[in-house]
C-alpha cells in the first residue's frame, strides 16, 4: 500500500507566498510523474503542475512565472512554492503520484496512482 501525505495548506493574502509538501511512503519499486492539482469549489479538478521522472516539468498557464514545482528523488516528496497568490489560486489541492509497485499475488510489478488528501488553501483579496 502506498501513500501519499500532504502539509497543511492556508490562509494568505493576495500577493503572499505559501509552500506546500507532498511525501510518499509504502512499498514503492518507483515513482514515475509526480504532480499537484486543485480544485476549487463547484469545479473540477485540474493540473496545476507535474515532474516526470526524467525531471520535465510542466505547469497550467495561470500558474507559470509563479509556482515551482521540485521534487526530491531520494526522499520521494514533491513541493510546490507558490508566489504572488490570487485570490482565484483559492482550492483544494492534492498530491498525485504514479507509482510502480510489486503486485502481492502472484508476482511481479504493476502501476498505481495515488491521490493525497487533499489540502486548503485559501487566497484572500
Known amino acids: 500500500q502506498v501513500q501519499l501525505l500532504e502539509s497543511a495548506g492556508g490562509l494568505v493574502q493576495a500577493g503572499g507566498s505559501l509552500r506546500l509538501s507532498c511525501r510518499a511512503s509504502g512499498n514503492i519499486i518507483a515513482i514515475n510523474t509526480m504532480a499537484w492539482y486543485r480544485q476549487a469549489p463547484g469545479k473540477q479538478r485540474d493540473l496545476v503542475a507535474r515532474v516526470t521522472r526524467a525531471g520535465t516539468i510542466d505547469y497550467a498557464d495561470s500558474v507559470k512565472g509563479r509556482f515551482t514545482i521540485s521534487r526530491d528523488r531520494q526522499k520521494n516528496t514533491v513541493d510546490l512554492q507558490m508566489n504572488s497568490l490570487k485570490p482565484e489560486d483559492t482550492g483544494v489541492y492534492y498530491c498525485?503520484?504514479?507509482?510502480?509497485?510489486?503486485?502481492?499475488?502472484?508476482?511481479?510489478?504493476?502501476?498505481?496512482?495515488?491521490w493525497g488528501q487533499g489540502t486548503q488553501v485559501t487566497v484572500s483579496s
Open positions: 498525485n503520484a504514479d507509482f510502480i509497485v510489486p503486485i502481492a499475488t502472484g508476482g511481479g510489478i504493476g502501476s498505481y496512482t495515488a
